[in-house]
Structures are given as C-alpha cells and as structure tokens.
C-alpha cells in the first residue's frame, strides 16, 4: 500500500513569485486536506477536497487554491507569495470525511 | 471562535512516570477529537479519536484520552512514559457543520528523561 507522497520536499521562491505543490493521496482515498505547518506550531487547515470538491476552507486568502483530480491526487497553488509563505506545507488523505488523516513527509517552501 | 488549546507548550517528565497533555476546545456545533504525534523528522500519525460512544478512547502505544463534554476537555494519559515516546503532540478537532473544518493546537512537546 502505497503512503501519502508529496513533491516536491524542498524549494525555494521569491516574493511575488507562484508556487505549486503535489501530493498523491493514500491509494483508496477519496478525501485530501493541506495544512500551513510553521516552525514550532500547529499544523494550520487550508483546505479540504472530497471528491473533486471543497468542502472546507480554513482562514486563509484566495491566493490559497487547490485541485482534486479524478485520481484523488491534488495540488496546492499559491499566488503572489509573500515572506510568511514560508513554512512546511502538509498533505493528508483520508478515507472518509471524519477518518483518520494520513499524511505526507511535506514540502517545505522558503519564500526570500 | 473555534479553538483548541493545548496549554503545555512542554512537558518533561522522568522514564515511566505517568504524563497527562493537556487539550481543550472551544466549540458551538459538533466536533470530532483526535491526538496525533510527530516523532523527530517524521510525519504525524494517529494516536487516537473520539467519534461518539465510550468518552475513553484507547489507542495506540499505550496511551488513552477522555472526552469530558462539560468541561470541552479531551486529554491525553499514559501510565508510563518510556524514551521512545518523545515527540510533538497535537491535539485536533474536525468541526462539522455542513462543511469540514480542522483544527489543531499548537503542540505539546514531550521529553521523557532517563
């Protein structure tokens, strides 16, 4: 069985500059979720995609937006990035909507 | 405001000794609880949930949580810590309300001396 991946682990960006990272889910798994990890906190929900739709957003700015794809797999997309951006971005699947989070190793993302 | 929040930021405890980590939450419409660990340079993982049912809620490594409904309160025990078991812990809710909407607390740091 084949566990969450994330790609890529690492990259660096500059202000202003568009991000965008993928995650392919647990294999089975109709839901995927992203979280904003920053150094020494929690991890911050950004959005949830069930089957192919969002059906939860946490308090962050439409440049946040994302994609579930017909394979479950799904993308963060980040406009006009700016310095705070920095953080390790986390992907989880899950099976249903109120079952456990699998989650990804994370991408860590510097914005300079 | 949902919220949760864990009120030790650490937590250094000696080898087999009993620990307690802290959560609460704050809520107005039903939650689902979890506690997940994030061992050093690794991902988080499950430790355990509360969906409905028995407020004692068993899971792995030993360790168990209570659901107190009246105090919004959602702990996490363990009888006898060994090395093994420091890591970051964080405890979440999954807030449903039409939408899904998690939140997790900032973290609890275990460090379990010898």
């Known amino acids: 069985e084949t566990g969450v991946t994330q790609s890529p682990t690492h990259l660096i960006k500059t202000r202003g500059q568009q991000v965008t990272l993928r995650c392919s889910s647990q294999?089975?798994?109709?839901?995927v979720s992203w979280y904003q990890q920053a150094l020494g906190q929690g991890p911050q929900f950004i959005f949830q995609?069930?089957?192919?739709?969002?059906?939860g957003r946490g308090n962050f700015p439409p440049r946040f937006s994302g994609l579930q794809f017909p394979n479950y797999s799904s993308e963060l997309n980040v406009n006009a990035l700016e310095l705070d951006d920095s953080a390790l971005y986390l992907c989880?699947?899950?099976?249903?909507?109120?079952?456990?989070?699998?989650f990804g190793e994370g991408s860590r993302l510097t914005v300079l | 405001a949902q919220s949760v929040t864990q009120l030790d930021s650490q937590v250094p405890v000696f080898e087999e000794a009993p620990v307690e980590l802290r959560c609460n939450y704050s809520?107005?419409?039903?939650?689902?609880l979890f506690w997940y660990v994030q061992y050093p340079n690794q991902g988080l993982q499950l430790l355990l949930k509360?969906?409905?049912?028995?407020?004692l809620v068993k899971g792995i490594n030993g360790f168990e949580a209570e659901f107190n409904k009246s105090q919004t309160s959602f702990h996490l025990r363990k009888p006898s810590v060994h090395i093994s078991d420091t890591a970051e812990y964080f405890c979440?809710?999954?807030?449903?309300?039409?939408?899904?909407?998690?939140?997790f607390g900032t973290g609890t740091r275990l460090k379990v001396l010898a």
């Open positions: 809520s107005s419409v039903s939650v689902y």
């Open positions: 294999s089975g798994h109709n839901t």
């Open positions: 509360y969906l409905s049912g028995s407020t």
């Open positions: 989880a699947s899950s099976l249903e909507l109120t079952g456990e989070l699998f």
């Open positions: 995609y069930y089957r192919e739709e969002e059906n």
């Open positions: 979440a809710v999954i807030l449903t309300s039409g939408t899904y909407k998690y939140i």
